[in-house]
């Protein structure tokens, strides 16, 4: 076999191994420190007509970060129930929590509202991308 062919044949075979291990990456079923995606069926949220969360799980003047979903459900007002992207709009970081009726990215400090995701404290200067939710009963279900 010539240095060429054996070149070719490593490369494939580490391309291969790469792309396994990309694949890999992709495929969570990471840790969700806030709130569990997997419990009760929930992962399916992320796809529609799946069980999100149910209300009482959402406090009000708060609410629950769902990382696999890239989802942040808020109850602003009791009763109010809102969801929006977890991803921070100034570098991508994910928002890690939701307290007195704002979202809080860790990363650099933006915050936002809980009501309609605007920017409350930069540095972001975009709000979150709302998302859309179903309340039905007691259950909440990305639409």
Do not use: Y
Request: proline share 4%.
């Amino acid at each position: 076999m010539t240095d060429t062919t054996r070149r070719a044949v490593i490369f494939s075979a580490g391309g291969a191994g790469l792309a396994a291990a990309l694949s890999a990456c992709g495929a969570s079923g990471g840790d969700d420190t806030t709130a569990s995606a997997d419990q009760g069926g929930q992962s399916q949220g992320a796809q529609g007509g799946g069980e999100l969360a149910k209300t009482s799980d959402i406090p009000e003047g708060g609410g629950k970060v769902f990382k696999d979903q890239d989802v942040v459900v808020t109850q602003p007002a009791a009763g109010e129930f809102k969801a929006f992207s977890a991803t921070c709009t100034h570098q991508g970081c994910p928002v890690g929590s939701v307290s007195n009726n704002e979202i809080v990215c860790p990363c650099h400090g933006s915050r936002f509202s809980a009501k309609d995701g605007s920017v409350v404290n930069g540095p972001a200067a975009r709000p979150l991308a709302e998302k859309k939710i179903t309340v039905s009963g007691e259950s909440i279900t990305l639409a």
